[in-house]
């Protein structure tokens, strides 16, 4: 079957009366509610004449109607485009010019697209498009749209060192492999309960976790957010937990934390960012429990994985998933020694179809033979394991979100305080990496809070540097270019307690 949706859809209908999410404050829905729901939304979606195919934008809060409006955009074959909450309507505009959606779902109104704004209430969550007789219509099952298994099924926009943003597009096959490869290889069981505390605008909360759970038609505790005191109350409820570094070395601070307190788990995941080996061994400590690291990123969903059975080691992000093809290698595309520093690359159906419309920027990082790109640097031991050791482009992840430099640099450098910029992350116990300008001033130093005046309207909170420092100038090589790595090096402790 072509349709991830219909894969899903068959073990909803065999298990209605199994509760799907568990819910705060609110009663839990089973998965007969979670497929009424998806039907409201589909029908809701249907009366703005959506077709297969369509690009349609979702920025919206985490909720269980918004899982349900992701699942009915996968059911009617439309290409679901979820965007940060965070991102400025500056940033909003590029990616409705580029990705020309036929709606936009989200808490404002635009004039260059349809728009079906979300009700406020308590929750602020619940559909309404303002359509009439949604409530007529909502009562009626829709049937689920025939796709093939390369027809898109989402754009992940990603941000591009240039500064353009890139959308990956990712197939029905896509989302469908790795699913089954994620349930294979973390040993997912029919008892198992996911607590998801991710946001799912990103890959990580809605199709890492989320597809485990619901290929399964297991529990998901659906948290709108990570905050510590509630995921400590609902982890006696859960079996297996996802999250980022910052969950676990926030988790980490709280006393309460111990063997007895979470014996019942069944394994702790983690990804999205570097975990340090600090946390890896503290957690071990406290827990009991060896935090499974996995590799991923937008364009391949998750590419390997540390074994559930078997050693798990600190600093390492484990073998390629079964049917995948990993390898580290040179300029040319050839395969280096064991041992050896090299570009990884990645084969497989996980394998994104390229980025939309972007043709040449595709050629580039999607070789003759399959394999993807990635960017990242690292070296495999002799029977396969993969260990990361630098990113190529220089990217930021602050708190599992990507920060490109460029992008914030750019900005930065409209400034007629700031001569020149240049954006690096640097180590933080919270963050995972902490964005940090570093500028050459006009006149007198240029604060921070100046930064995070000319930055407020123009890039999302999560982009914007935590820290400014004042130079001189600038380290550059011979060929003039900046020195990051230096500039690395020298403030590698800025944020050290």
């Known amino acids: 079957m072509g349709n991830f949706f219909a894969e899903l859809e068959q073990g909803f209908e065999a298990k209605a009366a199994q509760t799907a999410l568990m819910l705060a404050d609110r009663d839990d829905w089973t998965y007969r509610d979670l497929l009424r729901n998806i039907n409201r939304a589909a029908s809701e979606l249907r009366a703005f004449g959506v077709k297969p195919g369509d690009r349609v934008f979702v920025q919206v809060p985490k909720s269980a109607e918004n899982l349900a409006l992701y699942l009915a955009c996968l059911k009617l074959g439309l290409v679901y485009v979820p965007l940060n909450i965070a991102y400025t309507e ?29 009700r406020t209430g308590n929750f602020q969550q619940l559909l309404d498009f ?39 597009m990712l197939s029905h096959g896509n989302l469908s492999s790795n699913a089954h490869s994620l349930s294979d290889a973390w040993g997912w069981q029919s008892s198992d309960v996911l607590l998801n505390a991710l946001p799912i605008f990103h890959v ?24 510590v005191s509630q995921v400590m109350a609902w982890l006696p409820e859960a079996t297996v937990m996802m999250g980022v570094p910052t969950f676990y070395t926030r988790l980490l601070d709280r006393q309460d934390l111990n063997q007895a307190y979470v014996a019942h788990m069944r394994v ?46 600190a600093g390492t992000v484990g073998y390629a998933l079964s049917g995948q093809q ?18 990884i690359e990645v084969a497989g159906p996980n394998v994104f179809q390229g980025y939309w419309r972007m043709p ?21 031991d002799a029977d396969g394991r993969l260990s990361i050791v630098g990113r190529s482009k220089d990217l930021v992840i602050s708190g599992g979100y990507n920060v490109y430099p460029k992008e914030v ?30 500028v050459v ?26 820290q400014v420092v004042n130079v001189a100038e600038l380290p550059r090589n011979t060929m003039g270019k900046v020195q990051k790595n230096k500039l690395r090096e020298l403030h590698a402790s800025l944020f050290d307690q």
Not at 204 to 227: D, Q, R, V, W, Y
Not at 273 to 282: G, K, R, S
Not at 361 to 369: G, I, Q, S
Request: charged residues 25%; aromatic residues 6%.
């Open 90 to 118: 500056a940033e909003l505009d590029y990616f409705v010019s580029d990705a020309e959606p036929v709606l936009y779902v989200g808490d404002q109104a635009r004039a260059d697209v349809a728009c079906a704004q979300l």
């Open 130 to 168: 303002g359509l009439g007789d949604a409530g007529h219509r909502i009562q009626q099952s829709v049937a689920t749209e025939p796709r093939e298994s390369t027809d898109l099924a989402a754009i992940l926009y990603t941000s591009g060192t240039t500064g353009r943003s890139k959308g990956a």
């Open 204 to 227: 990580h909360g809605l199709f890492i976790a989320s597809h485990c759970a619901l290929l399964n038609a297991t529990p998901m505790i659906f948290l709108e957010k990570f905050e």
């Open 268 to 313: 702790f995941i983690c990804g999205s960012a570097p975990l340090t080996e600090q946390t890896f061994d503290e957690w071990q400590r406290r827990t009991g429990h060896l935090i499974l690291e996995r590799y991923g990123m937008s364009e391949t969903i998750i590419n390997t994985s540390n074994p559930l059975q078997g050693e798990r080691v």
């Open 326 to 343: 990993v390898r580290v290698a040179d300029e040319a595309g050839v395969p280096v020694p064991a041992g050896e520093v090299g570009m």
């Open 360 to 380: 040449e920027k595709t050629a580039e990082e999607l070789r003759a033979d399959g394999f993807f790109i990635t960017g990242d640097l690292g070296v495999q």
């Open 409 to 438: 640099e750019a900005v930065l450098d409209e400034m007629p305080e700031v001569i020149e910029s240049a954006v690096i992350g640097v180590p933080h116990r919270d963050f995972g990496e902490a964005v940090v300008a570093v």
């Open 441 to 466: 001033a006009s006149g007198s130093e240029v604060s921070l809070q100046d930064i995070e005046l000319a930055l407020g309207s123009r890039l999302a909170r999560f982009k914007q540097p935590k």
